[in-house]
């Protein structure tokens, strides 16, 4: 399985949503505290561009030798229609400065110089060390999963289904009588998990670990045909 600084990691440099707190800072809207980009440095940092008007960076400005605190924290939603959609949520906080010149007109860059992480998703919930957190790397097909689960829901839902026969016994008890609903939930390197719902309303997860780590879409390719190809023997 991902290492939770990994999982973490890989939140930070999704297109997931997330805000900018700042204790005691007054805003109207979140959206006036929504990167519009965001990435990691060598050292772990994250570079977080906002509009130059935002109150995040006015604060970052202001607080000058004064120290600045703040979480950045991440949203992650299913990009399928799911029951209990948010899949997680990972937070990572530190002190705040401003880093000038590295932004076009109308944008400011701030530095969150990573101190604390959490991350609380399908895995469950865990500290992440700093170092930790800028040692991991993100999930190879990040920039794919969306894309990826959409195309999977939607034009291989049948194949998907016959993932049920996988389960073993709880396929027996579960499956045989009444055939879920089956929807992709999230897809990484390790394997594919899929969300099943029964005609009763209940829900519950199953996982499908792949031969070995994919390292790209063409490798996935391969392991979702070995996973299709075991469901129908």
Same mark, same amino acid.
Request: aromatic residues 4%; hydrophobic residues 40%.
């Given at each position: 399985?991902? =290492? ?9 440099? =999704?297109?997931? =949503? ?74 990572? =906080? ?35 060390? #700093? ?6 790397? #993100? ?48 897809? &990484? ?15 519950? &997860? ?28």
């Amino acid at each position: 399985m991902p =290492s939770a600084a990994e999982r973490t990691r890989t939140l930070v440099q =999704s297109t997931c =949503s997330a805000v900018l707190l700042i204790p005691g800072l007054d805003v109207a809207g979140s959206d006036q505290v929504m990167p519009l980009t965001r990435s990691v440095g060598p050292d772990g940092d994250l570079f977080l561009e906002l509009p130059a008007d935002s109150p995040a960076v006015r604060a970052a400005t202001h607080a000058e030798e004064d120290e600045l605190t703040a979480v950045l924290e991440i949203t992650d939603v299913a990009p399928v229609s799911v029951p209990h959609r948010i899949r997680g949520r990972a937070w990572v =906080s530190g002190r705040l400065t401003t880093v000038p010149g590295m932004s076009g007109p109308g944008r400011m860059t701030l530095r969150l110089e990573t101190g604390e992480a959490y991350v609380d998703d399908l895995w469950g919930a865990q500290d992440v060390e #700093p170092e930790e957190f800028r040692d991991a790397a #993100p999930d190879p097909l990040i920039g794919h999963e969306a894309e990826l689960l959409q195309h999977l829901h939607a034009a291989h839902g049948e194949q998907l289904a016959t993932l049920c026969g996988l389960l073993g016994e709880r396929a027996a008890g579960r499956c045989s009588a009444h055939v879920p609903s089956v929807v992709p939930l999230a897809l &990484d390197r390790y394997g594919l998990r899929l969300r099943l719902r029964e005609d009763r309303g209940q829900c519950y &997860d199953a996982r499908f670990e792949f031969p070995a780590p994919v390292r790209d879409v063409v490798e996935l390719s391969q392991a979702m045909h070995t996973l299709f190809e075991a469901a129908a023997y």
